[in-house]
Structures are given as C-alpha cells and as structure tokens.
C-alpha cells in the first residue's frame, strides 16, 4: 500500500512571496490533515478535511493560509504571503476515517528568508 | 487544557539498556493517547498507542504505562538499540475532538554503543 505522499520536499522562498504544497493521502483515506512542525516542537494541527468538507480549521491563520480538497482526495496547501515565522515542515496526515491511525507523508521543508 | 507535556528534551542511553520517556496531560476528555517515532527528514510514524481503560500495553520492546488519576503516561524501551535512535512525540486525542491530536514537544533519543 502506497503511503501519503508530498510535494515538493523542499522550498527556499523570500518573505511575501506565495507558496503552495500538495499532498496525495492514502487510497480510500476519507480524512486528511495538514500539520506544521516548526523546529524543536510537536506537530501543530492546522487543518482537517473529512472528504472535501473542512472539519477543523481552528488554528490555521486564514488570514494568509489556505487549503483546499477539491473532490475529496488530493489537497493543497497554500501561504500568501509567506513571513519569516513560517519556515516550518509541513505535514499531511490521512486517516481510513475520522477515528483512524493517522499516516503522516514525509512532509515538505518551507524556508522562508 | 489542551496541552502535553513532555520529558526530557533528550536522552542519551546505552545499548541494552531502558529508554524512559514521560508525557502529562491536562484534559480528562482525552481518550486515546499514541506514541509517534520520527527519523531525520521522515515524517512521524504509530509506534504504539492505549486508551484509558487499561494501565499498560506491550508490544515488542515498547510499553505504554498509563496512570489516569495522575493524567501520566509513559513510553518504556527495552533493550534499546542504534536503530531507536530518533526523536519521539507522545500525543492525545479525545473522540469528541475529530482525532485531532495534540503533541508533546519530542524527545531526542540517542542510544550508543
């Protein structure tokens, strides 16, 4: 069984600049998440997808993140713009269902300069 | 309420020998409460997780010992091996809360010759 798969794994961006990850969750996976694990700490939840309705998104900065999952498999994450305290990996996660192990992807590494 | 804390930052322990790592937690709603195992440059991965309804769980080399009047949990390694050598994350989750998990902050273990 194919894991969670991401991309890109790594990105140099400069500060106000855009920047968006993709994430493919394990096949029949109905839930999906999006963690940011800066350096020295836990991954943080920011987002949670059941099929393509969001479920929790309490903690993600909408002002300057956003993420989709159009027809309830792929998803993408977006930063615009992107600030220094961004640079952080960021983790996608999906779940058979909303109860489930979570598998986490092998993350992309975001530096922001 | 939300957080876990966990201890120490790092470990160092030899060969052979027991790897102890110790998480608290505030919320009594958490209901499920797995350790996760991170490599360099890889994303976490499920090592071992209980609920509350039992005090302890073994599976191989890894314990779970579970204190709930204490609201301690605990990731015991037996016979440590180089191959432990990564950096693990206790973490909580309670049914009502989706899944969502919340992480400790990870401990660095190094196990030497």
């Known amino acids: 069984e194919a894991g969670v798969a991401q991309s890109p794994r790594y990105k140099i961006i400069e500060k106000r600049q855009s920047v968006a990850f993709w994430c493919n969750p394990i096949?029949?996976?109905?839930?999906l998440y999006w963690y940011q694990q800066i350096l020295g700490q836990g991954p943080k939840l920011l987002i949670q997808?059941?099929?393509?309705?969001?479920?929790?998104d309490s903690q993600l900065p909408k002002d300057r993140f956003s993420a989709e999952r159009l027809k309830g498999v792929d998803s993408t994450l977006k930063i615009q713009p992107a600030k220094l305290e961004d640079s952080a990996v960021y983790l996608c996660?999906?779940?058979?269902?909303?109860?489930?192990?979570?598998?986490f992807g092998p993350g992309t590494r975001l530096l922001v300069l | 309420q939300q957080q876990v804390k966990q201890s120490p930052q790092s470990l160092i322990v030899q060969k052979g020998g027991i790897s102890i790592i110790n998480c608290a937690y505030e919320?009594?709603?958490?209901?499920?409460f797995p350790w996760y195992q991170q490599f360099p440059g890889k994303g976490p991965a499920l090592l071992i997780a209980?609920?509350?309804?039992?005090s302890e769980k073994k599976e191989g080399r890894f314990t779970i010992s579970f204190n709930k009047s204490a609201k301690q949990f605990s990731l015991h390694i037996m016979d440590s091996q180089p191959g432990d050598s990564a950096t693990y994350f206790c973490?909580?989750?309670?049914?009502?809360?989706?899944?969502?998990?919340?992480f400790g902050t990870g401990t660095q273990l190094k196990v030497e010759l």
């Open positions: 096949s029949g996976h109905a839930t």
């Open positions: 996660a999906s779940s058979l269902g909303g109860l489930g192990t979570q598998y």
């Open positions: 919320n009594t709603a958490f209901d499920y």
């Open positions: 973490a909580a989750s309670f049914t009502g809360g989706g899944n969502k998990l919340t």
């Open positions: 997808f059941q099929n393509n309705g969001v479920v929790d």
């Open positions: 209980i609920r509350p309804d039992v």
